[in-house]
């Protein structure tokens, strides 16, 4: 039960996180922790391609489901 939420909260919350660790091939836990110790580092400067990055995974979610975004 508690993996459950765990694994759903991973996906539907830090898919950018995780997204880019499969890419790289380490472990999502640690560019989450990058991810933060950056954020504070540069006065929270990456919050925008974080979000530039969600929005072109969600897109292209779409794009590769076949369905039309403007539809749905």
């Not at 539907?12 to 995780?18: E, L, N, P, W, Y």
């Not at 110790?37 to 979610?61: D, E, H, M, Q, R």
Request: glycine share 6%; proline share 1%.
């Amino acid at each position: 039960m508690l993996n459950f939420f765990r694994v759903t909260i991973e996906r539907s919350v830090f898919g950018v996180c995780s997204y880019l660790a499969e890419k790289m091939g380490i472990r999502s836990a640690r560019v989450r922790v990058y991810f933060i110790y950056l954020t504070f580092a540069t006065l929270g400067s990456t919050i925008i391609p974080y979000l530039v990055t969600a929005f072109w995974l969600n897109v292209k979610k779409y794009i590769r489901s076949g369905r039309n975004m403007l539809l749905d």
